[in-house]
């Protein structure tokens, strides 16, 4: 069994909440997001993050806003909404539950 198809499905599975992580701290431009994953070892590109953000945009969990840039046209800053925190704040629950399980699992 190859292990490195195990590996994307684990990060796969952890985008969202980390992207949500990162919104939740500050509104961001794409490129800003990437390379917060990136400093944090988690590898993205853009193709894989613009679906992700349309997703949860129209779960209403996100919005963005248009800014005006001084190195091209204007970019979009995304940033949590009162949903998105709500939801945030589940993941981060269900986060706790799974890391706890895995603790335990380990300690046996």
């Known amino acids: 069994m190859n292990t490195d ?3 994307s499905q684990m990060r796969k599975g952890i985008l969202e909440y980390c992207t949500l992580l990162i919104l939740q701290k500050r509104r961001a431009y794409v490129s800003d997001i ?13 193709g894989t993050l613009y679906p992700l953000l349309t997703r949860l945009k129209n779960a209403g969990l996100l919005t963005y806003v248009w800014e005006e840039s001084t190195q091209g046209p204007p970019r ?10 709500l939801f945030l704040s589940e993941l981060d629950t269900a986060w706790d539950e799974l890391n706890q399980v895995i603790t335990h699992i380990k300690e046996q």
């Open 76 to 85: 979009k800053y995304y940033e949590l909404t009162d949903e998105g925190e």
């Open 5 to 7: 198809n195990v590996k």
């Open 34 to 46: 990437i390379q917060s994953l990136k400093a944090s070892k988690l590898i993205v590109v853009e």
